[in-house]
């Protein structure tokens, strides 16, 4: 009964442990299965059929333009970055040269971006940073990346996916976080815990693509408000968790 204290009888042979039996410890069942996996397999394969043309929608042409990018995208569309990137890498080619520009200058540049302010700060600080510490190269590991000034786990990936070819993680936004969530992949709302999942369930080679995937997916077909799944070429393959089928 709750609150009732335990009857003890002071005797030790009635309250001595069984010793455990080498080997017989409990199997630790965190992870994905096999059957998860496979169907991640499923899912992937068909995301790449459905979307030959999936790529980082984010214009670029090395990783520096592409660190800068990202950067910007924060709290914007990809397509308002586009229209801003040109003329930012007009006037600022190189890290050396975005590293000396003037913080107002690159803030009338940004405006259109939202979180200006801050986000010319973080530009030039990562700038002075690739340049003074890297030789004026983005540096190429995980490690690196994330002691640059401004640069968090997720601009990392998309770096080092996109423009050095690494798979060192997922990089996960609005859209993963919500198919992945939807397909059963995760139960988590944290990105650093989501990613997590991700790289437990689908293999390494796929990591990058799996991000351009389900974000054109999310954009076309498993929208936030009104998913179809009726046309959803995974719809024997999604659990559709959370989500409201119509009745019929
Ligand atoms: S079946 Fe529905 S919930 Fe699952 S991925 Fe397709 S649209 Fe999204």
Redesign the pocket.
Known sequence: MPGMAKKTTGNKSTTKKTAKKPGTKKKRTSGPDAATKQRAVTIYDKLAKQYPQAKCALDHEDAFQLLIATMLSAQCTDERVNMVTPVLFKKWSTPKKLAAAKQEDVEKVIHSTGFFRQKAKSLIATSTDITEKHGGKVPDTMDELTSLRGVARKTANVVLGNAYGQNVGVVVDTHVRR?TN??GFTKHEDPVKIEQDLMATFPRDDWTMLSHLLIW?GRK??NARK???AN????D?????G?ETKKK
Do not use: S
């Open positions: 198919l939807r397909m997916h077909t498993c998913p179809d799944c959803c070429v995974l719809k393959d999604c659990p559709k968790i989500v």
